[in-house]
């Protein structure tokens, strides 16, 4: 199986293809129905990764929207409501999406590089499409990171009091 470490044919192949789907999903934002058809994997994967952690932190998610929707001047692509959002789980369930990333890769490594390989192209270019939404669904929106700073702020200066805390008793 090729590895994503090495530049080989497969590697920059794929590359290509993701980077081909996501120049598609950036050119289509001028076609919202085409857009909204196409990205509806990222979108899902992107409030479903609110959804679950936003449950799993007690934060009570109590609706989700997956098709897009005009607000003033702006198109939200989907949404999650939650009705415990707090300083606490704020951070964790806005940047909730950026966990695409890894599993981007982990599907770039065990699905799309191994169907170039054995020559499955209809299924190297599906792997293709769905490593790009997990690149594009990975990616916080403004609200996210309006809900989640104040939050995301909190556990930095906590995290730097703790590392302080830990220099100034000799533990590190």
């Not at 919202?32 to 009570?60: I, P």
């Not at 191994?114 to 609200?143: E, I, K, Q």
Request: aromatic fraction near 10%; include cysteine.
């Amino acid at each position: 199986m090729p590895e994503l470490s090495t530049l080989s044919p497969a590697v920059l192949a794929s590359g290509l293809l993701v980077l081909g789907w996501l120049a598609l999903l950036r050119w289509l934002r001028h076609s919202l129905y085409l857009l909204a058809l196409l990205s509806f994997c990222a979108t899902v994967l992107h409030e479903a990764c609110h959804w679950l952690v936003g449950l799993l932190l007690h934060a009570r998610p109590i609706a989700v929207a997956l098709w897009p929707r005009r607000q003033g001047q702006r198109w939200i692509m989907g949404a999650v409501s939650f009705r415990n959002l707090h300083l606490a789980n704020a951070a964790p369930v806005a940047l909730a999406p950026l966990a695409l990333f890894p599993l981007g890769w982990l599907l770039a490594r065990h699905w799309l590089l191994p169907a170039y390989a054995a020559g499955h192209y209809g299924s190297w270019t599906m792997a293709g499409y769905v490593v790009a939404c997990c690149v594009v669904g990975g990616l916080p929106s403004v609200v996210d990171v309006r809900v989640g700073a104040l939050s995301a702020l909190l556990y930095v200066l906590l995290g730097v009091g703790l590392w302080q805390l830990a220099v100034y008793a000799g533990l590190l």
